[in-house]
């Protein structure tokens, strides 16, 4: 019987993560657990919401009686906001956080950051997105400056792959078995970096006395 092999794809997703500020003080140790779990930290800041923007970014819990906490809790001091992006990065960063109380999270999940660093159910550390159109939102808002493009996927991700990746890297794995380099890996990162069709190209000015 034939297995089928399911061809490689091409996702790459992005979360927002908050440091909440009773722990921002174990940011480093919380960062190299976010590392140490296959995440790259694409952006981060450190910043202190008023309750007035706490309000906004928890807009969808509006009216439900732990809102008023909830934002003077968030607004009480510096937070830290971090981009993360790997592979199904909104389920894994949820994975990773465990339980929203952490209280829970040290009995069902003790290996969960909230369960390390949580206090309860309000205090519980860290903040992930629910879902992948709220990490779009939550991201614009904490960095309003980046640019959200959308990332390939299935079909696309493949197309993309034949029209513009595969034909130079076929040239220039051609051309690193020609030249055979003491350094194979360097070399092709120049080659690469050399022959990137995408590349931006200087346009040369005309100077005026040439166009008459």
Same mark, same amino acid.
């Given at each position: ?29 919380? $960062? !190299? &657990? ?6 790259? /930290? ?9 309750? $007035? ?6 807009? =969808? ?25 790997? @592979? ?11 339980? +929203? ?7 069902? !999940?003790? !290996? +969960? &950051? ?11 550390? *860290? @903040? ?10 939550? /991201? ?29 890297? *076929?040239?220039? &794995? ?8 003491? =350094? ?9 970096? $050399? ?8 346009? @040369? ?8």
């Amino acid at each position: 019987m034939q297995t089928l092999v399911p061809e490689p794809q091409i996702f790459v997703e992005r979360t927002l993560a908050l440091i909440k500020p009773d722990v921002v003080d174990k940011e480093e140790e919380i $960062e !190299h &657990l976010i590392l140490l779990s296959g995440f790259l /930290i694409v952006q981060k800041r450190k910043l202190q919401l008023s309750p $007035e923007q706490c309000s906004n970014f928890y807009a =969808d819990q509006y009216g439900k009686f732990f809102f008023p906490n909830l934002t003077a809790y968030m607004s009480s001091g510096p937070l830290v906001a971090m981009v993360l992006a790997r @592979h199904c990065a909104v389920s894994y960063w949820k994975v990773l956080l465990g339980p +929203s109380n952490s209280v829970i999270a040290r009995r069902t !999940h003790p !290996h +969960s &950051l909230r369960a390390i660093y949580g206090t309860d159910d309000l205090r519980n550390a *860290l @903040h992930g997105s629910l879902s992948l159109s709220l990490a779009e939102r939550e /991201i614009q808002f904490m960095f309003p400056e980046v640019i959200l493009e959308p990332i390939p996927s299935g079909q696309r991700a493949r197309d993309y792959l034949n029209l513009y990746i595969k034909p130079t890297l *076929l040239a220039g &794995l051609t051309a690193l078995c020609k030249e055979k380099p003491a =350094d194979p890996m360097t070399w092709l990162a120049d080659w690469l970096i $050399e022959n990137n069709p995408n590349k931006p190209r200087l346009q @040369h000015q005309i100077p005026e006395e040439e166009q008459q």
